[in-house]
């Protein structure tokens, strides 16, 4: 078995958009995607695109992605790389592709001199919790995580 890393092109914009339909599914949130492949050509692909895809094979099939962006951290001075999805089929779970995925990208926040990689987890999603701690990662319990989306941010956003 071959498990390979390559950057996603505008072509896996359709395989991107199954994949994140399958994560929304095992995260029970299925309904809460609204994205279309137009959407994300337009959003990894397009000309003001910063987030980026990276595509998992083993032996050349496609078995899962990440999107991560850089973010910025005014403490440290430094960029940060944000992994906003990781998703492994389950064909291809236990296989390494998910730990190859993360240590790619913890390989490329190293290159580009980043001071942190970080990333959420579902609070009930114990088998990702105990593959992310496996390898050194630490929760950041401290932390509430905020969110303004849909109506609640237009109103936000329109206020005077």
């Known amino acids: 078995m071959t498990l390979t890393i390559r950057p996603a092109t505008r ?8 994949f994140i339909r399958e994560l929304a599914i095992y995260e029970k949130a299925e309904h809460e995607v609204v994205a279309s492949v137009a959407d994300i050509e337009n959003s990894l692909f397009g000309p003001d695109a910063t987030a980026h895809g990276l595509i998992c094979l083993q032996d050349e099939q496609p078995v ?4 991560y ?9 430094k960029y940060g790389l944000y992994l906003e999805d990781l998703y492994i089929t389950p064909a291809g779970r236990g296989s390494g592709a998910g ?4 240590r790619h990208l913890a390989q490329l926040a190293v290159a580009r001199g980043c001071g942190r990689f970080e990333w959420s987890v579902l609070d009930w999603n114990q088998p990702a919790i105990d593959f992310y701690e496996s390898f050194g990662a630490a929760a950041q319990s401290e932390w509430v995580k905020y969110r303004l989306a849909g109506d609640a941010l237009l109103q936000f956003a329109e206020q005077a």
């Open 69 to 77: 962006f850089f973010n910025y951290s005014t403490w440290q001075g």
């Open 99 to 102: 730990k190859k995925l993360l």
């Open 11 to 18: 072509a896996d914009a359709a395989l991107i958009l199954g």
């Open 64 to 67: 899962g992605y990440a999107v």
